[in-house]
């Protein structure tokens, strides 16, 4: 069984900054693609950005530019750097994962982690 563990969501002015990590643990031969999605209040939940086991980025046009996605691959971990955060930024921030465990390599499984409360208001 695989777990994300998200951690370093909280409350931030408008302008402010937040580093939002995830902790993939378990079973995990390896990672393919790793990132960050997030839900508002009353909205579907969007893409934040995703980065690939070749570190190729991809980041839904709203947030090109504010925020940064990275990855340690060593310790199964993804950052998310938010930037020049607006009150539409508030959102749950979800981490999602594609991945293969030791007991199927061959076959790879989408997880989901709880999610991380982001707060942006003066």
């Known amino acids: 069984q695989v777990k994300l563990v998200e951690s370093g969501g909280g409350l931030v002015q408008p302008g402010g900054s937040l580093r939002l990590s995830c902790a993939a643990s378990g079973s995990i031969f390896s990672i393919d693609d790793i990132g960050w999605y997030r839900q508002a209040p009353g909205k579907q939940r969007e893409l934040v950005a995703v980065i690939t086991s070749g570190g190729s980025t991809n980041y839904a046009d709203s947030m090109k530019g504010r925020f940064t996605i990275s990855r340690d691959t060593a310790n199964n971990t993804v950052y998310l750097h938010l930037n020049s955060l607006k009150p539409e930024d508030t959102a749950v921030y979800y981490c999602?994962?594609?991945?293969?465990?030791?007991?199927?390599?061959?076959?790879?499984?989408?997880?989901w982690g709880q999610g991380t409360q982001v707060t942006v208001s003066s």
């Open positions: 999602y994962a594609i991945v293969r465990s030791h007991c199927l390599r061959f076959v790879a499984s989408s997880y």
